[in-house]
């Protein structure tokens, strides 16, 4: 399995950017996929997830109404809009996936501590740096 994000870059506050990871070797139907991200000195935090199964959805309280996830399970691609970026979105970005054959992959997206015991397979990271 792999996954390579790309999309990344400086913006300044206020701007947009969309990330996309493209997956490989694994059907993201049966894959929730998601995103986090990590800021120097920071807690890794669930971004946002997708299940593959059914396309529900997780945000984490710091993206909701300004950062969507999507998905087109065809091309095994995920994407992530961000709108309205703020300095503090500022970090690196992740794109995770993890077997989920019953559906509980986006409720392992609010997990900080051990996260990898569900999201198995993580891409190289992007760099997203937003100026104020």
């Known amino acids: 399995v792999q996954l390579v994000e790309s999309g990344g870059g400086l913006v300044q506050a206020g701007g947009s950017l969309r990330l996309s990871c493209v997956g490989s070797?694994?059907?993201?139907?049966?894959?929730?996929i998601g995103w986090f991200r990590q800021a120097p000195g920071k807690e890794r935090e669930g971004v946002s997830c997708?299940?593959?199964?059914?396309?529900?959805?997780y945000y984490g309280d710091s993206v909701k109404g300004r950062f969507t996830i999507s998905s087109d399970n065809a091309k095994n691609t995920m994407y992530l809009q961000m709108d309205s970026l703020k300095p503090e979105d500022t970090a690196v970005y992740y794109c995770?996936?993890?077997?989920?054959?019953?559906?509980?992959?986006?409720?392992?997206?609010?997990?900080?501590?051990?996260?990898?015991?569900?999201?198995?397979?993580w891409g190289q990271g992007t760099q997203v740096t937003v100026s104020s």
């Open positions: 997708i299940s593959g199964s059914d396309d529900r959805t």
């Open positions: 995770a996936a993890g077997f989920d054959p019953v559906g509980v992959g986006i409720d392992w997206c609010r997990v900080t501590d051990s996260v990898e015991q569900f999201y198995s397979y």
């Open positions: 070797g694994l059907n993201f139907d049966d894959f929730a």
